[in-house]
Nanobody
């Protein structure tokens, strides 16, 4: 069964940093890219960062230059380094394949990030 277990969230002030981790049961790299998704309050879940097997990352404009996605293939772990955090980064962060559930898995529990002064 494909699983994703996210951790590392918390409450920080604007300008702060967090590092999210996602342990997955699937091999990395695989046939799918790995991605981080954000579900902000009252909004649909959307991807914010993804990385392909060639270590080629992509970011949405809202996080470009502030977030960095990376993987540790031996540990089957995906990371999201989040710097210069803004209140609009608040929400629940999930990791999954891109497109999501590409190997028949399901969403994990996510990790809550709250950016507030």
């Amino acid at each position: 069964q494909v699983q994703f277990v996210e951790s590392g969230g918390g409450s920080v002030q604007p300008g702060g940093s967090l590092r999210l981790s996602c342990i997955t049961s699937i091999n990395i790299p695989g046939i799918y890219a790995m991605a981080w998704y954000l579900q902000a309050p009252g909004k649909e879940r959307e991807w914010v960062a993804r990385i392909y097997s060639g270590n080629d990352p992509y970011y949405t404009d809202s996080v470009k230059g502030r977030f960095t996605i990376s993987t540790d293939n031996a540990k089957r772990t995906v990371y999201l380094q989040m710097d210069s955090l803004k209140p609009e980064d608040t929400g629940v962060y999930y990791c999954n394949t891109f497109p999501p559930n590409g190997l028949g898995g399901s969403w994990g529990q996510g990790t809550q990030v709250t950016v507030s002064s």
